[in-house]
């Protein structure tokens, strides 16, 4: 993976948002649906409730217009938007033109799909238009997951979700951005573990994801510490895909990080997806657990099978 050039114009995280719809779905609502336990889904994925319901779109005009109104600028400011979702509302256009028009931009808008290391992907990519000359770059990661999950399966309907959240960035001239290193991977070949056709339900071989998705998760935040020089015992906050505690646990020890560092909130979320990243880190940083200065490694995981990682020096590497 590329490292970041020296002097390119770097970026710094100055609002934040999230959304999540106002339906909760518990364990014990599951266990109405289907066999299954309160106990067991808790002790296997950390898992207690969930919220469902609402659109992509919605979603992310929620997020979105929390995060703009945080960083107090307005949206014609915006030179870009970038949201990640694995569930559009539409084949056609992509739900970022719904968003970027209901949010007032006047600015190129696009969806990207990297399941859920889009966020990560996202991320990555606005820091690229950032070095490519736009000033202020919104960046959504918004899933619905549960129009795609089969209500009946209690493989997956135990884990899935719907959120979003969002940030924006915005261009630093001291040429100390955040953005210490990044890293982006898929493998298509892993494809067969975790999809869903087009018009149908997420079919998983959760065995299979779980065991990959801890490998690729410290692959590639190893690859991005050791881009940007930094060890694990530096990170001040890990910010993981919100899949499942123990692959989260798992993860976090081999990466030598301890978990109180990590930031979770799929305990009432579940697993959404793009949305599961920003989501976490939005918590953190609302909780105050994020300072000025600290190194915050995000790390995530998905279909594809995608892995990203980046780490972050909170608000820029001042010179
Ligand atoms: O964004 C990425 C999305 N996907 C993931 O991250 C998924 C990764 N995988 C996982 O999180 C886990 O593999 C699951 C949570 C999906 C499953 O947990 P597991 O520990 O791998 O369970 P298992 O499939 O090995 O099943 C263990 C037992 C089986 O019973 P027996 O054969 O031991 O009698 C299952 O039939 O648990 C049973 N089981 C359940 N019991 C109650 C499987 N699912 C359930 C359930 N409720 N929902």
């Known amino acids: ?3 970041i050039p020296a002097g390119v114009r770097g970026a710094v995280i100055t609002g934040w948002g999230s959304a999540l719809p106002p339906k909760v779905l518990t364990n014990h609502d599951l266990e109405q649906m289907f066999d299954t336990s309160d106990e067991w889904i808790v002790e296997r994925t950390g898992i207690r409730e969930r919220r469902v319901g609402g659109t992509t779109v919605g979603l992310s005009i929620e997020s979105g217009r929390r995060a703009i109104e945080m960083a107090g600028i307005d949206p014609l400011e915006i030179d870009a938007l970038v949201l990640s979702t694995t569930t559009p509302d539409r084949a056609v256009p992509a739900s970022s033109a719904a968003v970027q028009h209901e949010l007032g931009l006047r600015c190129g808008a696009f969806d990207i799909n990297a399941a ?7 991320l990555v990519v606005s820091h690229g238009l950032i070095a490519m000359g736009s000033k202020k770059v919104l960046c ?32 630093v ?8 290193g990044w890293d982006l991977d898929a493998d298509g070949s892993a494809e067969r573990f975790l999809f869903a056709e087009v018009g149908g339900f997420v079919q998983m071989e959760g065995k299979e994801v779980f065991r990959r998705a801890v490998r690729i998760m410290v692959d590639s935040a190893t690859k991005t510490l050791n881009h940007a020089g930094v060890s694990a015992d530096e990170i001040a906050m890990v910010v993981p895909h919100q899949a499942n505690i ?10 030598g990080i301890p978990m109180e560092k990590a ?3 799929l305990h009432y ?6 949305a599961s990243i920003p989501l976490a880190m939005n918590e953190a940083l609302d909780a105050g657990r994020i300072k000025h200065g600290d190194l915050v490694l995000l790390v995530g995981f998905g279909a594809g099978m995608t892995a990203a990682s980046a780490l972050l020096r909170w608000g820029g590497d001042e010179q």
């Open 1 to 3: 993976m590329p490292k």
């Open 116 to 122: 859920c290391s889009g966020f990560t992907y996202g």
């Open 140 to 171: 959504i990661g918004t899933d619905c997951l549960s129009k795609i999950t089969d209500w009946t399966d209690r493989n997956t309907a135990i884990l899935f979700a719907d959120g979003s959240g969002a940030i924006v960035l915005e261009s």
């Open 173 to 180: 001239d001291h040429g100390g951005g955040q953005l210490l």
């Open 246 to 255: 123990r692959i989260i646990e798992s993860a976090c020890a081999k990466l």
């Open 263 to 265: 930031a979770t909130v």
């Open 269 to 274: 979320t579940g697993n959404t997806s793009s």
